[in-house]
């Protein structure tokens, strides 16, 4: 089990996103007012704050959401799920796992600003099976396979 340290999002695709500490995740949509939620199989992007540390250890000065992430975690080996692995997102969302990392066709904000992003490598995109609130402070945990909910 893990904790979610930020909530982010921007109107704006490719751009960094700010945490604003509470959203609404939306079934069959993603997190409500940002630019990449829609129905599709990318619907919101998790980063664990490990990953952002890696490049805080490098000298870089970023935070959660510079990646572009919706949700930044701490606890939880994201990038070592597979795909179909569904997790419990709050107190009522529940995600599934559709994509581990994801080319950078177009170089986003981060990549032109320090010549590396990790999204590509550490992040996961899920899909939002079952909506609800979700905040800062929030559980976010790994659901056994063939679950619909762990609570």
Same mark, same amino acid.
């Given at each position: 089990? @893990? /904790?979610? /340290?930020?909530? =982010?999002?921007?109107?704006? !695709? %490719?751009? +960094? !996103? $700010?945490?604003?500490?509470? %959203? ?7 997190? !409500? @007012?940002?630019?990449?939620? %829609?129905?599709?199989? +990318?619907? /919101? ?8 540390? $890696?490049?805080?250890? &490098? ?18 080996? &994201? ?10 997102? @709050? ?9 581990? %990392? $994801?080319?950078?066709?177009?170089? =986003?904000?981060? +990549?032109? &600003? ?14 939002? &099976?079952?909506?609800?609130?979700? !905040? ?16």
């Amino acid at each position: 089990m @893990g /904790v979610i /340290v930020a909530v =982010c999002a921007s109107p704006e !695709k %490719g751009t +960094r !996103k $700010k945490n604003i500490g509470t %959203g609404m995740l939306v079934a069959n949509h993603g997190l !409500k @007012g940002d630019a990449h939620a %829609g129905p599709w199989h +990318r619907q /919101v992007s998790l980063l664990a704050m490990e990953s952002i540390q $890696k490049m805080r250890e &490098l000298g870089l000065d970023v935070n959660p959401g510079d990646f572009a992430e919706n949700i930044t975690t701490e606890g939880i080996n &994201l990038a070592g799920l597979p795909v179909g692995t569904r997790l419990a997102i @709050g107190p009522e969302a529940i995600g599934e796992v559709t994509q581990i %990392g $994801k080319e950078c066709h177009s170089a =986003c904000e981060i +990549r032109r &600003l320090t010549g590396d992003c990790i999204m590509p490598r550490e992040g996961i995109f899920v899909r939002i &099976l079952t909506g609800g609130p979700v !905040k800062v402070g929030d559980r976010i945990e790994v659901l056994e396979p063939g679950s619909s909910s762990g609570r």
